[in-house]
């Protein structure tokens, strides 16, 4: 069976990069599986995401030895580890704060089911939206979040408001108990080191995409 290292890895030892890494091998894993597949290898994972396998079983080792000899990696088995490395194997209720164009588009992706998010409730200040259900989420108005936030036992949320309102969410969300926010709002935003922030600015890919187009095509 696949074991972790006891808790000879922190969080904070582990580079970002590793971290997204595993998110990768873990979406491949469960295709693998979809098709059947019992077993893998890091030679295999690397060539399905243009990693090299040396890459693949660096980022492993940093949680524990999961391989078999002659055999590789059980999908199944490397599936549960990651998922429990990344947290994912519980339910993680999830708030979303703003319910325009993008918080509906969030509301109906089914992906987040898929992988143990479950989004729990909506919040907004429209009166027209208030008390509706979207995808068949209650949207509630945001003096309310607080008591939702406890009742729900919300950990995450996610920031969907304008760049303008977005600082003023975040320290609602933090002073509701939330955990650790998403941000797609397009500005940056501050919050005490005890809540966990990830930025999502899809601007600033689309930036980077047409960067690496740009060069690609003058260098060729």
Known sequence: MAERKNNETSRDTVPDAVVSRLSLYLRELQHLIAN??????????GRLLGFTDAQVRKDLAYFGQ???????????????AIRKILGTDRSWPIGIIGVGNLGRALLGYRGFDQQGFEIAAAFDTVDDKVGQEFEGIRVYHISDLEKIVEKMSIKLGII?????????????????????????????????????????????????????????ATNS
Do not use: H, K, M
């Open 66 to 80: 999961f391989g078999y000899p002659g055999i590789g990696y059980r999908c199944s088995e490397l599936v549960g």
């Open 36 to 45: 059947d597949c019992e077993t893998t290898s890091s030679t295999q994972l």
């Open 160 to 216: 969907a408001v304008p760049g303008p309102a977005a600082q003023d969410v975040a320290n609602l969300l933090v002073d509701a108990g939330v955990e650790g926010v998403l941000n797609f709002a397009p500005v940056t935003i501050s919050l005490p080191d005890s809540v966990q922030l990830v930025g999502v600015d899809l601007a600033i890919q689309l930036e980077q995409l047409s960067f690496a187009v740009v060069n690609r």
